[in-house]
């Protein structure tokens, strides 16, 4: 059973930078598009990248040129590095392939405060 475990979320200020980290587990990884994925507080799931196993990315607008969605298929990871973070940034993010979901991880979360 493939599983996702993110991590890396923790309390930044604004404008700061983190970097998530997806472990996948138990599967082909290299063959699929991840993508990263943000639930704000009282909001609805939302895809803010993907990166597809060639490597090709795509973005939400809220976050380009802020966001960098990466992988390492060596180790089964998908990253997604977060500059000049903002308020609303804020929310627990979540990875998961594409277009067929695996079950959801746990996520992991981000709070964006002064």
């Known amino acids: 059973q493939v599983q996702l475990v993110e991590s890396g979320g923790e309390l930044v200020q604004p404008g700061g930078s983190l970097r998530l980290s997806c472990a996948v587990s138990?599967?082909?990884?290299?063959?699929?598009?991840m993508a990263w994925f943000r639930q704000g507080p009282g909001k609805q799931r939302d895809m803010v990248a993907s990166?597809?196993?060639?490597?090709?990315?795509n973005y939400a607008e809220s976050v380009k040129g802020r966001f960098t969605i990466s992988r390492d298929n060596a180790k089964d990871t998908v990253y997604l590095q977060m500059n000049s973070l903002k308020l609303e940034d804020t929310g627990v993010y979540y990875c998961?392939?594409?277009?067929?979901?695996?079950?959801w991880g746990q996520g992991t979360q981000v709070t964006v405060s002064s």
């Open positions: 998961n392939r594409l277009p067929r979901f695996l079950s």
């Open positions: 990166i597809s196993s060639g490597g090709s990315t």
């Open positions: 138990g599967s082909a990884f290299s063959n699929y598009i």
